[in-house]
């Protein structure tokens, strides 16, 4: 089984703080995916990447940044935490290719308080 | 531009009886669905897709989706619905059309299930 695992389940931290979102996957994937979810608002993307060392701007990048050094792991970055930053943030995975590889392969959610 | 929308912010259902979630969505190319269903405090855990071949899909947990080209819709189905199946469910959609980064998936905004006993 795929396994994506997010470094933590709670997180609260202040405004003005850095703040480093870990993933971890397991099953060799080439595409990792950072979203946050916000009741009514649905998954919106934040960043993706397709290899190490690449990344790409979701719909949503502004006040975040990543990082990709190894192929298993993507790592969020809030350079200066604001309180709108308050969310669930949620990392997945996929194989990178053809229709089979499209699915998404997903952590179990950073629930981010900014205070 | 690709979209998916799910009409329906809540759906109520009791247990027992069949259930439906709907979802409609607008691509240029060929259409690849997918539904995935969240626990409270979860991930998202995948449920079923189509990629092409047989319009009615089987996925986990007794859940069935029907593609309908015609009527751009890929609603989700259950004959019986279990206390369990509470939670959100969410219809997703990648066009064919589009590789690389234009290729991500594109989420609905979820539908809650509330299934009482």
């Known amino acids: 089984d795929v396994k994506v695992t997010q470094s933590s389940r709670y997180l609260v931290k202040r405004t003005g703080e850095k703040v480093f979102l870990e993933c971890v996957q397991d099953?060799?994937?080439?595409?990792m995916f950072w979203y946050r979810q916000d009741p009514g608002l649905g998954l919106r993307l934040i960043y993706f990447?397709?290899?190490?060392?690449?990344?790409e701007k979701g719909d949503i990048p502004e006040g975040y940044s990543v990082s990709r050094e190894k192929k298993e792991r993507f790592s969020l970055i809030l350079e200066s935490a604001s309180t709108n930053q308050t969310s669930m943030y949620l990392c997945?995975?996929?194989?990178?290719?053809?229709?089979?590889?499209?699915?998404?392969?997903f952590g179990p959610g950073t629930r981010l308080t900014v205070t | 531009a690709q979209s998916v929308a799910q009409p329906e912010d809540q759906v109520n259902v009791a247990e027992g009886n069949p259930l439906t979630v709907k979802c409609t969505y607008s691509v240029s190319g060929n259409p690849y669905l997918f539904w995935y269903v969240q626990y409270p405090n979860r991930g998202l855990q995948f449920l079923l897709k189509y990629i092409t071949g047989d319009n009615l899909v089987k996925g986990s947990y007794g859940f069935e989706a029907e593609f309908n080209k015609s009527q751009t819709s890929f609603h989700l189905k259950k004959p019986s619905a279990l206390v369990s199946d509470s939670a959100l469910y969410f219809c997703?959609?990648?066009?064919?059309?589009?590789?690389?980064?234009?290729?991500?998936?594109?989420f609905g905004k979820g539908t809650k299930l509330s299934v009482k006993p």
């Open positions: 990447s397709y290899d190490v060392k690449m990344k």
């Open positions: 099953m060799d994937h080439e595409n």
């Open positions: 997945a995975s996929s194989l990178y290719g053809g229709p089979p590889s499209y699915e998404q392969y």
């Open positions: 997703a959609v990648r066009d064919g059309n589009y590789g690389g980064s234009q290729g991500n998936l594109i």
